[in-house]
Each structure stands twice: as C-alpha cells, then as structure tokens.
C-alpha cells in the first residue's frame, strides 16, 4: 500500500499492531488525541485512519466508550453493541466557498485547479457558492465545521466581519486556507495574487506607454477588502516613482456598499472630472469597474482607447458581452492559485506543514483599451 499519505501510514502502524497482537481483541485503543501524539499527526489524520480501520473490519466503536480491536471472531465482543454511522464521514471532503456567483466567472479556473489537485491526491471536493451576507457566510463555516469537514479553501467575502468564527477554526488549528484576500489579524493560511505588485506593474505599463496622468477608480472603500487596498498602494507606489501624484486623481469608496455596482450618473460625474483633469489613462481596481467606466465614457461620446486608456484586474472574460472593447487587464493565474491552494491544504490536513502564506504574480495581458501617447 502506498505510503504517500500520512493517513495510510497510522493506518498501517495500528493494522501492524493489531495483527502482531500488540493490541489484543476486544482491547481498547488509545483515544484518537493519545493516538495524534504518538504519531506526531492531527487529530483529523488519526480520524482517516481509523475509519479505514472500521471499513476494514479491524476495529469496532462503543458509543460513550471508545475505540475497541475486532473479536477474533470478526465481530465486536458478546452484548457489546457497536456504534452505528449515523452521519456520512466527511473525513475525506474539502470544501471549496466562494462568494456570489463567482462561478461563472474567471474564476472557475481556480475550481478546477482545486478539483484536479484534490482527485489525484484522494479527497473528495464540495464547492458552496453564491452567498451574499455576512450571515450566509457564516453559516457556511460553521457548517462545514460542525460536520467535521477535512479542511475548508475559503474565498471570503466579509473576512473582517466574520473575525469570530474564523478565529475558533485558528484556535483549535483547523485546516483552512483563504484565497484572494488573506486575514489580517489572524496567522490564517492564504494563497492570495500578489495585488501590491500587480498594482504596480499595471501603472508602470501605463508610464511605458507615456501616460502621466493616471487615475486610480474603485467604487467600494479601500478598507472593506485588501485585495484592493493593495493594488492601490501598488498604484501609488508607481505613481509616486514615475509620475506624481495628486488626490483629485482618485476616485475611491463612492459606493457605499459591498458590491460593484453601475451608477450611471455618478460614474458619468467622474468620466468629466477625469477630463477636466487632464487624465490619459486610468487604473481600474478589476475589470468590472473598468467596464462600468467604459460604459459612461461611450456614452458621453468619448472613445476608448483615443480618449481614456483603462487597465483592469482580473481579465474577467464574462464581461466582454457587457461592451465590444476587451479590457487590457492584469491576469490573476486562477488555475495556478487552485493547485497550491490544494496542495496546501491537503498538506495542513496531513500535518505537513505550518500555515503558509503565498503570493502568485498577477500577468499582463493586453489588449484593446490601452494606447501609447
């Protein structure tokens, strides 16, 4: 049997045991935290392999009691009843949140990288999707906690407001990984776009493209999500090192929501302001809001790229039916992201490694709404 995982090794480890009579029938096991000390593994590793063990006929469960060797007659001892499964094991299940309907965006990509991972290392994954509540998400976490899922790979959409659950899966070191935005006040695992450079590189290509004055739009405020925050101050970084920079070239935080949201009359406001400005090129905070700033732009009559030169984040491909221009953008390497975002997590379960904290770059991808001066 391979020896790849640390599950099949407990596994093999108490089997040997069993079968070299070092545990006798009917005798009782050591309880599954005795078993995670003496082999220097999670709790959630010693759960795997002792539910092999109960597949495989070799142990048995008394309710209340504890974990028990098989009788040499292959059935637990005389009047002692055994504990039925009265819930599915989840032991082999990863859970993959994401918010609203991320699904059917770009980020799909990084579904499958997760899918694929996981397959082939021998986990199972259950993708929730969709919520768009502090509540829901909520929800969502707990569930997953109370039904004792092998770890969770969690895009959060209120990180900040749902502090408290998250901080009692860190207490008591269940596996979880967050993608896109990381924790700030948490030591969480988080595979995240490295968003401070990714900022930077998009204003540097526009400077290359001599454009002086850059804008920087985002309608939601630069505190609910770090994501954003980041890219901003890689913008400003830019800004500061090639150009100048100047507050009445950013426009940030106008919705006051969570959601990206088209205000035709306020974006319609900040299109003149823009121009009243002297701005050339602007830096979108990802892809939808650049599209939501076309759209005005367009209909006030001017041209993109001949007006304004607009790069996004994201290269969000669901957009292009939204308008005819395709978005210069700087591209989050989703598949990528979900294959370390799996491998981690499979790692955390195993007890393999600590927390950790990656960042992948994000790429440049041009395309129509981008033009040298």
């Known amino acids: 049997m391979s020896q790849k995982f640390l599950y099949l090794k407990v596994y ?4 040997e045991k069993i079968t070299n009579q070092e545990y006798l029938p009917n005798e009782k096991l050591p309880t599954e935290q005795e078993l995670s000390q003496q082999h220097q593994v999670s709790k959630i590793t010693v759960k795997r392999a002792l539910q092999m063990l109960r597949d495989d006929d070799y142990i048995y469960s008394i309710r209340g009691s504890g974990i028990y060797v098989m009788g040499s007659d292959s059935s637990p001892q005389k009047n002692t009843p055994t504990l039925p499964l009265t819930t599915t094991d989840h032991s082999n299940i990863i859970t993959l949140t994401m918010p609203l309907n991320m699904n059917e965006s770009s980020f799909t990509g990084t579904i499958t990288g997760v899918s694929q991972y996981l397959g082939e290392a021998g986990y199972f994954l259950n993708v929730r999707t969709g919520f768009k509540t502090i509540n829901e998400e909520k929800g ?3 569930q997953m906690y109370d039904t004792k899922v092998a770890g969770i790979i969690h895009f959060p959409l209120f990180p900040n407001k749902t502090i408290n659950i998250l901080n009692k899966l860190f207490i008591e070191n269940f596996p979880i990984i967050t993608l896109d935005r990381y924790v700030e006040c948490l030591p969480i695992s988080s595979i995240t776009t490295d968003n401070f450079k990714g900022g930077y590189d998009a204003v540097q290509y526009l400077l290359r493209l001599n454009h002086e004055k850059i804008g920087f739009l985002c309608d939601v405020g630069l505190e609910k999500f770090v994501s954003i925050r980041d890219r901003y101050l890689g913008y400003c970084q830019a800004m500061r090192e090639g150009s100048t920079l100047k507050s009445e070239w950013i426009h940030v935080g106008f919705n006051h929501g969570y959601l990206h949201k088209h205000n035709e009359k306020i974006m319609s406001n900040i299109v003149e302001d823009y121009k009243k400005n002297g701005i050339t ?6 892809d939808r809001i650049a599209s ?8 006030l009559g001017y041209q993109i790229p001949d007006d304004f030169s607009i790069i996004g984040f994201d290269n969000d491909t669901t957009l292009n039916t939204i308008h005819s221009k395709q978005i210069t953008t700087m591209s989050q390497q989703y598949d990528k992201i979900g294959k370390l975002a799996a491998h981690n997590i499979v790692n955390l379960i195993e007890g393999k490694t600590d927390n950790v904290k990656i960042t992948v770059e994000a790429k440049l991808i041009e395309k129509e709404t981008c033009i040298k001066r």
């Open 292 to 299: 939501f700033f076309i759209l005005s732009a367009l209909k």
């Open 12 to 15: 093999n480890a108490i089997k």
């Open 140 to 142: 969502i976490l707990n």
């Open 281 to 286: 090129a602007i830096f979108a905070a990802n």
